[in-house]
């Protein structure tokens, strides 16, 4: 199966610099990597994804970049702010699965 | 309703009680999960339904788990006989279409056993 790992564990900037989170997958059958979103005692919440089709995605201060050929992608925020502090999912999911796997997540703490 | 809604929000059940743990997904949509997410990890997958049917129950960890979708809309998740390492929470969620694109997740239940 499918084994997705992420790091870092914890990322602290400061507010207005950026943050780089990184995954790798195992499957290279794999085709759809979304980013999740988990504040304290919330639910995890879709905030971008990509297929394998293409290797740069952005929306507003959001980007994710794609190495199909490395096997890993990466979660860009640009210009961050205190909101953006939350716990960061990777996931990726293949035709042969009916499910997301997902990395152990990496704490973002932005700094006032 | 507007999301994917779970019920109870937290539950703690003594070691050796049953439990059940309820989804109401978004209405309309086909295919709906289970997750189990333990303290400072990422979801886990525990079984699939596309409509009433259940697709997928690989990431069952044992037979004391067992879940249903009897008419395509609400699902349960049951335990039965709760140990100490069912602890974790309990993410339910919801696709318009089938396989994982497009999650809404719900808000999980926190399932502590004593």
């Known amino acids: 199966g499918e084994n997705v790992e992420q790091h870092p564990s914890t990322l602290s900037v400061q507010e207005g610099d950026s943050a780089v989170i990184k995954c790798t997958y195992s499957?290279?059958?794999?085709?759809?990597f979304p980013w999740y979103k988990q504040e304290l005692g919330k639910r995890p919440q879709l905030i971008i994804d990509?297929?394998?089709?293409?290797g740069e995605k952005k929306d507003q201060r959001i980007a994710v970049t794609l190495n199909k050929t490395a096997k890993h992608f990466s979660l860009h925020i640009t210009e961050t702010q205190p909101e953006d502090s939350a716990v960061y999912f990777c996931?990726?999911?293949?035709?042969?699965?009916?499910?997301?796997?997902f990395g152990t997540g990496t704490r973002l703490t932005v700094i006032p | 309703g507007a999301g994917v809604s779970q019920s109870p929000r937290y539950k703690v059940a003594k070691r050796g009680q049953d439990v059940a743990l309820r989804c109401d997904p978004i209405?309309?949509?086909?295919?709906l999960f289970w997750y189990q997410q333990a303290l400072g990890q990422g979801p886990e997958f525990l079984t699939y339904?596309?409509?009433?049917?259940?697709?997928?129950k690989s990431g069952l960890p044992s037979d004391r788990f067992f879940a249903e979708r009897p008419e395509g809309s609400v699902s349960t998740l049951k335990i039965q006989r709760t140990q100490q390492e069912d602890s974790a929470v309990y993410l339910c969620?919801?696709?318009?279409?089938?396989?994982?694109?497009?999650?809404?997740f719900g808000s999980g239940t926190r399932l502590t056993v004593v």
């Open positions: 969620a919801s696709s318009l279409r089938d396989r994982g694109y497009g999650y809404t």
């Open positions: 499957d290279s059958a794999s085709n759809y």
């Open positions: 990509i297929r394998s089709n293409v």
């Open positions: 996931a990726a999911s293949n035709p042969g699965a009916n499910n997301l796997f």
């Open positions: 209405s309309g949509h086909v295919s």
């Open positions: 339904f596309q409509n009433e049917a259940q697709l997928d």
